[in-house]
């Protein structure tokens, strides 16, 4: 499976959009792009996941370039809530996909 | 979307005792349940694939015979950690996959378990 890089840390003020990137230049072309995130002392929870086109949901937008070695996770108006990290992760099996280090978002006031 | 449950939370033992983690699908069945052990201030590493009716798959550098996994059901899996020691304290997490087009993996809220 596919690794991926992401920015270790970013910040974000509340209310505006958090834009996190992620790039996977190796991905096959049969592999999805899958975001988590994981609050702090708790389980991953799922975001959104992708192939080729754009996907819109009502957490998040996922924007996959055309050459799908990268991508990026919009929350289009991000609360204190969101404060979490963020993992991306490729691959056609997701339990086997590894997890990277992932990006530690915060959201501050 | 999909429910996984933890069962305990927390648990402290004692070093050389072994301690039952359950892993349960609530509203789908999961014909694929992972386990993950994750270190403070490190990101999750795959323990192990567990497939109803069959014998897990570990990752390479974990030990099965220390690591029970039994996955008897389409919502059950359980992790057991036995003669657990000091070193085996960490955060616990299972996921679920539904199956499907997208396998998307359902994580649960994880078991933090302290070895004395």
């Known amino acids: 499976d596919a690794k991926t890089t992401q920015p270790p840390s970013m910040d974000c003020a509340e209310g505006r959009a958090a834009n996190l990137p992620c790039n996977h230049s190796?991905?096959?072309?049969?592999?999805?792009v899958y975001w988590y995130r994981q609050i702090h002392s708790q389980g991953p929870q799922y975001i959104i996941h992708g192939l080729k086109n754009n996907e819109t949901n009502e957490m998040a937008s996922l924007i996959i370039t055309e050459d799908r070695k990268s991508s990026t996770l919009i929350l289009p108006h991000a609360t204190l809530r969101d404060t979490a990290v963020y993992y991306c992760?490729?691959?056609?099996?997701?339990?086997?996909?590894?997890f990277g280090d992932g990006t530690t978002l915060t959201v501050k006031p | 979307g999909a429910v996984v449950s933890q069962h305990p939370s927390r648990v402290i033992c004692k070093s050389g005792t072994s301690v039952k983690i359950e892993c349960r699908s609530l509203?789908?069945?999961?014909?694929?349940m992972f386990w993950y052990r994750q270190f403070p201030k490190q990101s999750l590493m795959l323990m192990a694939t567990?497939?109803?009716?069959?014998?897990?798959?570990?990752e390479q550098g974990v030990e099965k015979d220390k690591f029970l996994i039994n996955h008897a059901s389409l919502t059950l899996s359980t992790l057991t950690v036995t003669s657990a020691h000091p070193e085996d304290s960490s955060f616990y997490i299972c996921?679920?996959?539904?199956?499907?087009?997208?396998?998307?993996?359902?994580f649960g809220p994880g078991t933090r378990l302290l070895v004395l």
């Open positions: 996921s679920a996959r539904v199956a499907g087009a997208f396998e998307t993996q359902y």
């Open positions: 509203d789908f069945q999961a014909t694929t």
């Open positions: 992760i490729v691959g056609t099996n997701a339990g086997k996909s590894t």
């Open positions: 190796t991905i096959s072309g049969n592999e999805y």
């Open positions: 567990s497939n109803e009716g069959s014998k897990a798959t570990y």
